[in-house]
C-alpha cells in the first residue's frame, strides 16, 4: 500500500531527523566561558569568539537557548562573519518558528562558506515548500559539497520527483537509500 506524503509532512520529517542530528551533534561538543565585545587584536578575537562559541554549544546541548544566542552573539561581535555562530542561531529560529530570521541567517553564514553543507541542507528544507526549484539547488550544492550525505540526496530525489524529473529522482532516492539503508523511500 502506498501511502502519498505531503510536502507538509515532508518538512516535518525533515526537521525533525535534523533536530536528532544537532542534538547528537551538539551532544559532543565541550564548553568555556563568553567574552564581550571585539579588541582591535584578531588573536585575541579569534580565542574569544571560540571560548563563546564552546559556551554556547554547551548551553544550546543543554537546553538554555537564551544563554545560547548570547554566546553565539558575542561570537559575532568578535568575529562577524562566524559561520558556525550564524548556523546555531539560525536552528534556535528554526526551532521557535521564526523561517524568515533562520532563511536570512543560513544565508549569512553561506556569505561566509557558500559550500557549508548543514545551512544549505537546512535552507533547502526550508525553502522546499516555498521555492521548489531553489531547494532543488541548495539540495544539489550539498550533495556536492558531501557526497555522502544520504539524507540530502534522499531529499533531492523526492523533490525532483515532484517537480518533473520521476527519473532522477528514482535514481537519487535509490543511491541514497543504498548509501544509508536506514532512509526510506516514503512512496513505499
Known amino acids: 500500500m502506498k501511502t502519498k506524503v505531503t510536502s507538509t509532512q515532508f518538512l516535518e520529517r525533515a526537521v525533525s531527523a535534523l533536530a536528532l542530528l544537532v542534538a547528537l ?87 561566509t562558506d557558500p559550500a557549508y553543507e548543514p545551512a544549505l541542507f537546512n535552507l533547502a528544507i526550508l525553502r ?15 550533495v556536492k559539497a558531501n557526497p555522502k550525505d544520504a539524507a540530502a540526496l ?3 530525489g523526492l523533490l525532483l520527483r515532484t517537480h518533473g524529473q520521476k527519473a532522477q529522482g528514482d535514481k537519487d532516492v535509490l543511491k541514497a537509500i543504498a548509501m544509508n539503508p536506514k532512509l526510506k523511500d516514503p512512496s513505499k
Not at 128 to 142: F, H, V
Open 154 to 156: 534522499l531529499n533531492l
Open 128 to 142: 522546499s515548500t516555498r521555492n521548489p526549484k531553489e531547494a532543488i539547488s541548495l539540495y544539489q550544492r550539498a
Open 25 to 111: 551533534t551538539l551532544g559532543t561538543v565541550g564548553c568555556s566561558g563568553g567574552a564581550e565585545g571585539a579588541t582591535g587584536d584578531p588573536a585575541a578575537n579569534a580565542k574569544a569568539a571560540s571560548t563563546a562559541l564552546d559556551a554556547g554549544l554547551k548551553a544550546h546541548a543543554a537546553g538554555d537557548i537564551e544563554t545560547a544566542t548570547a554566546d553565539y552573539n558575542t561570537v559575532l561581535k568578535h568575529e562577524p562573519n562566524n559561520k558556525f555562530a550564524f548556523y546555531n542561531l539560525a536552528l534556535i529560529d528554526a526551532a521557535n518558528g521564526n523561517y524568515g530570521l533562520a532563511e536570512e541567517k543560513y544565508r549569512s553564514a553561506l556569505t
